[in-house]
């Protein structure tokens, strides 16, 4: 029976590998199934990049961003050298200048002189007793005494030696009054830095 469906219904040829019969092999149906399967895709430097049907041209001809390249340090110039090197030297000057007082040799005595003035005294007069003393220059503090021949003598007295101080000028002035005659001795005795004793003498005379 022959109907208007029947009419219009075209036959369409199927592949042969859509056609399944019995006892029929289906490894070749099976293998070009898994062949239609999309490729997984690969992890590359963190890029994906995909394979198979579906990948447009843009994808394909992308290109992977380049990693930054190190950084490079341009070598020190001789200018900046030079410009370093002359603070430096100008600090090392400063502190070699400070610290020389300490570092130095330390105070000392090389030559030392007593005179009075004038040999023979007069009535009611007044000798001048003058002591000279000379250093190496380095700075420091001279301590000394008067002792005179009448049994007295001056406390511990000091002078102050600064950097390049080579002479200390010592005076003692002794007075007389009255008739008589006495010869005197006077003594300058240096306890530092280094103990030294020095003496003069003068005569008293008034008849």
């Known amino acids: 029976m022959t109907t208007q469906d029947d009419a219009d219904y075209s036959a369409t040829a199927l592949g042969s590998h859509w056609v399944v019969r019995p006892g029929q092999d289906r490894t070749l149906v099976e293998q070009d199934a898994q062949e239609e399967r999309p490729?997984?895709?690969d992890r590359?430097?963190?890029t994906v990049l995909r394979f198979g049907p579906g990948v447009t041209?843009?994808?394909?001809?992308?290109?992977?961003?380049?990693?930054p390249a190190a950084p490079s340090f341009p070598a020190p110039s001789g200018r900046r050298l030079r410009r370093h090197t002359l603070p430096a030297l100008v600090v090392l000057c400063v502190l070699a200048f400070l610290a020389w007082p300490r570092l130095g040799p330390p105070l000392a005595v090389r030559t030392a002189d007593?005179?009075?003035r004038p040999a023979v005294l007069g009535c009611d007069g007044t000798a001048r007793i003058a002591g000279l003393v000379t250093?190496?220059?380095?700075p420091?503090?001279?301590s000394y005494r008067w002792v005179r021949s009448d049994g007295t003598a001056s406390g511990v007295l000091e002078e102050v030696m600064v950097r390049g101080q080579t002479r200390a000028r010592l005076q003692l002035r002794w007075t007389f009054q009255g008739t008589?005659?006495?010869?005197?001795r006077v003594e300058l005795r240096i306890i530092s830095p280094a103990p030294r004793?020095?003496?003069t003498r003068f005569t008293y005379d008034c008849p």
């Not at 250093?135 to 380095?138: E, F, I, L, Q, S």
């Open 39 to 41: 490729t997984r895709p």
């Open 44 to 46: 590359v430097e963190g």
């Open 57 to 67: 041209a843009a994808a394909a001809h992308r290109t992977h961003p380049a990693l």
């Open 114 to 116: 007593i005179t009075a």
């Open 135 to 138: 250093t190496n220059g380095r």
């Open 140 to 142: 420091g503090t001279l």
């Open 180 to 184: 008589g005659h006495h010869a005197a």
């Open 197 to 199: 004793t020095l003496t």
